[in-house]
C-alpha cells in the first residue's frame, strides 16, 4: 500500500496541481470570466479599479471559507479514521 504521507509529501495528491476540477467548476469559471469581459467593457476606469477590488475581496474570503471547510473536513476524517483504529 502506498504511504499518503509520501504522497502528499511528493505533490501527487492534495495540490492544487493534482485536484480534477469538475466540469460545474469549468463552467462556473467561464461564466465568471465572460461576466468579467462584460463588466470590463462598460465600466469606467475608476468602477473597474473598484470591481476588481470586489472581486479580490470576494475571492480572498471565498479562499478563507475553502481552507476552514477543509480543515473542518480533515480533522473529522481523521476522528473517523482514529475511531475505527479504537474499536478494532
Known amino acids: 500500500m502506498k504511504s499518503i504521507i509520501e504522497e502528499i509529501y511528493f505533490g501527487k495528491r492534495g495540490c492544487v496541481e ?5 466540469n460545474a467548476y469549468w463552467k462556473a469559471n467561464n461564466t465568471v ?3 468579467t469581459e462584460e463588466y470590463k467593457k462598460t465600466f469606467n476606469e475608476a468602477q473597474q479599479q473598484r470591481f476588481l477590488e ?3 475581496a470576494y475571492a480572498l474570503l471565498s479562499a478563507e471559507s475553502s481552507l476552514s471547510h477543509y480543515t473542518e473536513g480533515f480533522k473529522i476524517g481523521f476522528l473517523v479514521a482514529l475511531e475505527c483504529l ?3
Open 33 to 35: 470570466a465572460d461576466m
Open 86 to 88: 479504537v474499536d478494532l
Open 54 to 56: 470586489f472581486c479580490d
Open 18 to 22: 493534482t485536484v480534477k476540477m469538475s
